[in-house]
Every structure is written in structure tokens, then in C-alpha cells.
């Protein structure tokens, strides 16, 4: 059954350094998204990102933020100078035309030290 | 705009016992609505989806939900949970005239079975 990966699984930085987030969404999937989860609160939307152009971004997704499909397979999120705030786990999704289903990717564990 | 809640963030039952986990959600258009289960130190996979059609609708793992329209609810059942269903339940929405749109999650239901 496809699905959804993400690499890292786990990434330590520290406050400052840019860090680039990746994804490989399902083959025929044409949606993409990134959403994230600080410890203990609920996932929150961060940007979706259809025909190789962000689609929609919340208040979250500030300049700091970015993304980009470099290859066709992968998409990535690369956040440019990492506060401690940006600790959280990073889950990446991808679905098809029409009902909006989202499948997930297992998500990559954020640290800023 | 949408807004989910879910009224409860931790339910510990026994065994066995029937559950329900409940959710309500606030919207100005049509939604379609989801409920996801995250087991510890995972990602979220879907449990179940009302798209339209019959408002009860079955997932897997033997959970299923109805969608009450007037109420806008969408609350989530099993009749007999196993200790293998603790886990965090997340409700979610997303906007049926916008193919794509985000979904909008509410704050997570902490089930806890226990022995």
C-alpha cells in the first residue's frame, strides 16, 4: 500500500540554523501539505501547495518558512533560522483531487536547542 | 472559517465498555469531516470519513460515527474497546466546496483503556 515517508525521523538543531524538513508524498497525489504538532497541543495547518505553488498558508507560515517540490517526488520545508518555538513534530500529507482525504507521512520530530 | 471541538481530552474507560468520543464543529459551509487516531510516538492514520450520503458511517478497527447535521456533531462509538485502542483521537474538517483545502483539527480526545 503506498504512503507517505519522511526523513528525518528525528533532528536536533540548534537556535538559528536553517533545517530542511522532506517528504515523499504518494505517486499520483496532487495536494501536498505541511502541518505540525508542539508537544501535548493539537495539529495545526501550516501550508498546502498544489500545481508547484503554495495554494494556502496559515498565519503561522511566516517568512521563515518555505517550501518547494524540487524533483517531482520530494517536497520539502525548509525553515531558515530556527527559533526554540519550532520544536515540534512536522507531519507531511498528500492527497488526491476531490474529497480532500489526507494521508499522512510519520512525521519528523523538530528539536531546537 | 472552521473550528473544531472536542469536548473531552481524556477518557479512561475499562475493557470491553462501549465508548464515545465526542466532536462539534463550527463552520459557514459544507464540510466534510474525519476522525484520526494517533498511537504514541506515530503519525496520524484515518479512522473514518463522512463525505455525504448515509450519516453513519464505519471505519476500521470496528469504530464508526454519525454525523448529526442539526447538531453538528460527528461524535465517534465503539460498542467494545480493547486495550490496543489507547491512543489520541482527532477530529477534523475541511471545506467540501474547496478541493485541497486544509483540514482543521480540534484539540485531540486522550482514550485510555484499561484491564
Known amino acids: 500500500e503506498p504512503e507517505v515517508t519522511q526523513t528525518p525521523s528525528h533532528q536536533v538543531t540548534q537556535m538559528g540554523q536553517e533545517v530542511i524538513l522532506r517528504c515523499v508524498p504518494i505517486s499520483n497525489h496532487l495536494y501536498f501539505y505541511w502541518y505540525r504538532q508542539i508537544l501535548g497541543q493539537k495539529v495545526e495547518f501550516l501550508v498546502s501547495?498544489?500545481?508547484?505553488?503554495?495554494?494556502?498558508k496559515s498565519e503561522i507560515f511566516d517568512d521563515q518558512f518555505s517550501v518547494e517540490r524540487p524533483d517531482g517526488s520530494n517536497f520539502t520545508l525548509k525553515i531558515r533560522s530556527t527559533k526554540l518555538e519550532d520544536s515540534a513534530m512536522y507531519f507531511c500529507?498528500?492527497?488526491?483531487?476531490?474529497?480532500?482525504?489526507?494521508?499522512f507521512g510519520p512525521g519528523t520530530r523538530l528539536t531546537v536547542l | 472559517a472552521q473550528s473544531v471541538t472536542q469536548l473531552d481530552s481524556q477518557v479512561p474507560v475499562f475493557e470491553e465498555a462501549p465508548v464515545e468520543l465526542r466532536c462539534n464543529y463550527s463552520s459557514s459551509v459544507s464540510v466534510y469531516l474525519f476522525w484520526y487516531v494517533q498511537y504514541p510516538n506515530q503519525g496520524l492514520q484515518l479512522l473514518l470519513k463522512?463525505?455525504?450520503?448515509?450519516?453513519l458511517v464505519k471505519g476500521i478497527n470496528g469504530f464508526e460515527a454519525e454525523f448529526n447535521k442539526s447538531q453538528t456533531s460527528f461524535h465517534l462509538r465503539k460498542p467494545s474497546v480493547h486495550i490496543s485502542d489507547t491512543a489520541e483521537y482527532f477530529c477534523a474538517v475541511s471545506d467540501k466546496e474547496t478541493s485541497g483545502s486544509r483540514l482543521t483539527f480540534g484539540e485531540g480526545t486522550q482514550l485510555t483503556v484499561n484491564p
Open positions: 500529507a498528500s492527497g488526491e483531487q476531490g474529497y480532500n482525504e489526507q494521508f
Open positions: 501547495f498544489y500545481n508547484n505553488e503554495i495554494s494556502e
Open positions: 463522512y463525505l455525504s450520503g448515509s450519516t
